[in-house]
């Protein structure tokens, strides 16, 4: 099995949906942070083996699925989208950074600062996610979040070329995942899940 789409969305961008929707129309698993039992702070070794700056077996960490979106997955774009030259490459983005951050941080945020502390015991995965993707452990303000929401958009869509490339909002539904994977358009809502209702 290999994987079909490699999603290089951030978090807080539909991934949810669109693993759903993923799910659906290749018939087969999507990796998303949900799935892994100790997220998000203890990722696995894999993810530890990438955050280190190392190169993780990505077949044996995707064995079984046909796709993967959202963090840990979408930090290694490049490299998963490497490894796997055929995918299709889906940047789901929000409205714009203002709104993404919004709902960043009335979900994740309040969760990640928790392990941001001098006695945390637990794993660091999603503290060295935020510092990766920032570029700097000083990663907990607004500003900074903002520019490297727009920073990593921006490098996707630099460096994949357009013929593999699909530029994705949630609200645009079915239709453009199915043309670009050359499938029919359920006859089903497109999903609309994880809220940041949900969200305790």
């Known amino acids: 099995m290999t994987l079909r789409v490699v999603g290089a969305g951030l978090p807080r961008t539909g991934t949810a949906s669109l693993s759903q929707a993923l799910e659906r129309l290749l018939g087969g698993r999507c990796y998303h942070m949900s799935i892994i039992p100790g997220h998000p702070f203890d990722l696995g070794a894999g993810w530890d083996t990438a955050l280190a700056g190392g190169q993780p077996d990505w077949s044996e960490v995707f064995e079984g699925f046909t796709a993967a979106v959202d963090w840990p997955a979408s930090a290694f774009w490049r490299d998963i989208s490497a490894y796997y030259p055929d995918a299709l490459v889906v940047l789901s983005t929000r409205d714009s950074a203002e709104t993404w951050l919004s709902s960043l941080e009335a979900t994740i945020l309040p969760v990640t600062r928790m392990a941001n502390v ?3 015991t637990g794993g660091r995965g999603l503290l060295q996610l935020f510092e990766q993707f920032t570029g700097t452990t000083q990663w907990d303000n607004p500003a900074t979040l903002k520019a490297a929401y727009e920073r990593h958009n921006a490098a996707v869509r630099k460096s994949v070329p357009a013929g593999r490339l699909l530029d994705f909002r949630a609200s645009d ?28």
Not at 179 to 190: A, E, I, K, M, T
């Open 173 to 200: 539904g079915w239709k453009p995942l199915c043309d670009r994977l050359g499938l029919p358009v359920p006859d089903v809502p497109f999903p609309h899940v994880n809220k940041r209702e949900d969200w305790g």
């Open 118 to 120: 001098p006695d945390w």
